[in-house]
Every structure is written in C-alpha cells, then in structure tokens.
Nanobody, 123 residues
Framework: QVQLVESGGGLVQAGGSLRLSCAASGRTFRSNAMGWFRQAPGKDREFVSSISWNGGSTYYADSVKGRFTISRDNAKNAVYLQMNSLKPEDTAVYIC????????????????WGQGTQVTVSS
C-alpha cells in the first residue's frame, strides 16, 4: 500500500505560482499512475491532472490546461504539480492520489489518497 503526503500549498496572489509536492512511500509506487485532485468548499472533489507510471502520458482538466504541469521523479518517490498563472478559482485543498494501474486518467480508479494541502489564491 502506498502512503502519500502533500506539501507546498500556501497563499498567493492571482497570477502567482506554486509548486506542490507529493512524497510517496511503498514498494509499489513506481508501478502506479499518479493524479492530483482538488476540492473547494461546498464542491465535489475535482480531477486536476494525472501522469502515467513512467511519466509518458499526462492528462489535464480543461480548467488548468496550459497553466499547470504535472511531473514525477520515481527515483525520489515524488510527484509534483507546478501551478502558474493562478486564479482565485484555483483555491482548494489539493490532494495527491495513486492510481489503481500504471495508466490513470480523469475517470480511472484511484486507490491511495493523501491528506491534502491548502492552496489559496487572493484576488
């Protein structure tokens, strides 16, 4: 079983940038696709981005495409989300997730979830 811990959240002004990190542990980490989700107050959890086990395939929600970049470093057991041109609408708790297979997209199953890190974007 994979354990995930996010970091890097904070308060930024609109137009600013943040880089989120997800530290993973577990011998099966390298075989898992990884994803980022977010949840704003009063809203359902929303898919943000995902990356295949080897980093060869990525997916992005339309709302973040062109602004966010997902990456991973399996040697460091880490997944990252670079967030640029942040908007107030991006304010949410960002949650790292581990896929059930090596390839996971917006509608795939995710079996492992982190606790989340708060991102707040001010106007």
């Amino acid at each position: 079983q994979v354990q995930l811990v996010e970091s890097g959240g904070g308060l930024v002004q609109a137009g600013g940038s943040l880089r989120l990190s997800c530290a993973a542990s577990g011998r099966t980490f390298r075989s898992n696709a990884m994803g980022w989700f977010r949840q704003a107050p009063g809203k359902d959890r929303e898919f943000v981005s995902s990356i295949s086990w080897n980093g060869g395939s990525t997916y992005y929600a339309d709302s973040v495409k062109g602004r966010f970049t997902i990456s991973r470093d399996n040697a460091k057991n880490a997944v990252y989300l670079q967030m640029n041109s942040l908007k107030p609408e991006d304010t949410a708790v960002y949650i790292c997730a581990g896929g059930a297979s090596g390839y996971s997209g917006p509608y795939s199953q995710y079996d492992f979830w982190g606790q989340g890190t708060q991102v707040t974007v001010s106007s």
